[in-house]
């Protein structure tokens, strides 16, 4: 239940129990008996989401609110003067700080409720964001898929179209979601390339007139920007950069590499199948011993093959940095770490402990990892963590235009960038 319960549930029992342990233990069990079995959490892709059936909206404009004198927090109710967040002392909410917090939300609400405004209308909402990408058994697409057809007014089992997309960076590239009228950014982003790759949605596809509204934060950033908004709609763009020095995100890509090798081997051809996931098996397959692609049979597979591909590697791993004009020191360490480095970071990835100890697990979280274990995204999730780096500025001073590369690969002993996309990406 620690995945579902609030961090401070047992010290807020306590605090509101008057530290009575009886009472503790009992209302934590009635909590865990109410949340496992009377449906008021539904559990999709490692998460836990309240059900709305069964809720109510209820509406508080006139009535009395109160605020924790500690963190500022409002609450419709509180138990023993106490707020549920920090534990510190609740107090009344006087209308001026009430108005000063949610005014400008409340006042729209007010004039919804006025006659003599305009009649209100809805918008459907929904996140995009690679948390939703998980399939469900029964459909042909996961959930950001259906988002992103729906909010093209694709038809899709009687579901109502989305009007607005709240997204995550992760947008910013090779998603389609049609014509736009509008582009919400909430900050400014860090670069010019960032502003154009995301406000550049606006107006495609024949769309004469499109609104882009960035909203900037206090930050000594955004208030740059604030003030000189040219400078991030139309600066310069930087050319991307990548320092072959940096062993972490070489470390990354030899871990995609072998992974890489060891599918390309292993996998049973089926040509009648182009589903290349299917192929791969579940998590649970992976970790266990029948399937031709598992873990063990990795493992083994890396220690027989070791000097070949270590070989390998030498043969297209950069060693020299044209940007620092001087030999790659830890590229020989790097190598030699390779296939232990792998081994160890996929185990750290995959729930190798709880998929052994699964039957003694507790009802919720074996239903957590019964349900990881059946999942097909493992491969995705360890190649982003194991492929996507936030190249890191050496700390050296010198300076001068970098290479994407240490040095020419011959084409046969290179690493095939189209393979490692088909290989570790869904889309």
């Not at 004039?111 to 948390?131: I, K, W, Y």
């Not at 909430?186 to 670069?191: C, E, G, I, K, L």
Request: net charge negative; glycine share 6%.
């Amino acid at each position: 239940m620690d995945q579902i319960l609030p961090n401070r549930f047992d010290k807020y029992l306590s605090l509101v129990l008057s530290d009575d342990a009886d009472a503790v233990t009992k209302v934590s069990q009635w909590f865990q008996h109410v949340v496992r079995d009377k449906g008021l959490l539904h559990f999709e892709s490692d998460l836990y989401f309240l059900q709305l059936r069964g809720l109510s909206l209820n509406l508080r404009l006139e009535n009395a609110w109160l605020r924790c004198h500690d963190c500022g927090r409002i609450h419709p109710e509180a138990l023993a003067d106490s707020c549920p967040a920090c534990l510190g002392k609740v107090i009344e909410a006087d209308a001026d700080y009430l108005d000063a917090r949610t005014g400008f939300y409340r006042r729209q609400v007010l004039r919804a409720f006025d006659e003599r405004t305009l009649e209100p209308f809805g918008l459907s909402a929904a996140e995009h964001s690679a948390q939703l990408t998980g399939q469900s058994d029964d459909s042909a697409f996961n959930k950001v898929e259906e988002y992103e057809l729906r909010f093209q007014d694709v038809p899709l089992d009687n579901q109502p179209p989305i009007d607005v997309l709240s997204c995550t960076t992760t947008m910013e590239v090779g998603i389609d979601i049609g014509a736009l009228s509008g582009v919400a950014l909430r900050n400014v982003p860090p670069h010019v390339a960032n502003y154009q790759q995301r406000a550049g949605r606006a107006g495609r596809r024949g769309r004469s007139i499109a609104s882009v509204i960035t909203y900037a934060h206090g930050t000594s950033h955004d208030a740059h920007f604030f003030d000189h908004p040219e400078e991030i709609i139309s600066g310069q763009v930087r050319a991307p950069i990548v320092y072959v020095e940096n062993q972490q995100v070489l470390e990354r890509h030899i871990h995609a590499y072998l992974i890489q090798r060891f599918f390309h081997e292993r996998v049973p051809p089926d040509p009648t199948s182009y589903d290349l996931f299917g192929s791969l098996g579940t998590v649970e397959k992976f970790l266990s011993e029948t399937h031709p692609c598992s873990l063990l049979r990795l493992e083994a597979w890396l220690d027989e093959h070791a000097t070949l591909l270590q070989r390998e590697l030498n043969g297209w791993v950069p060693r020299y940095s044209f940007g620092l004009n001087e030999t790659i020191a830890e590229v020989d360490t790097t190598i030699a770490e390779a296939i232990p480095g792998t081994k160890a970071r996929i185990r750290a990835v995959l729930p190798v402990e709880e998929y052994a100890q699964r039957e003694t697990l507790a009802d919720l979280e074996r239903e957590s990892i019964e349900r990881r274990l059946r999942s097909r995204s493992w491969r995705r999730s360890s190649a982003t963590r194991s492929c996507r780096a936030t190249p890191s500025r050496p700390t050296s001073s010198r300076s001068g235009s970098r290479r994407a590369a240490g040095r020419e690969i011959p084409p046969e002993n290179a690493p095939s960038t189209t393979n490692l996309s088909a290989t570790f990406s869904s889309r």
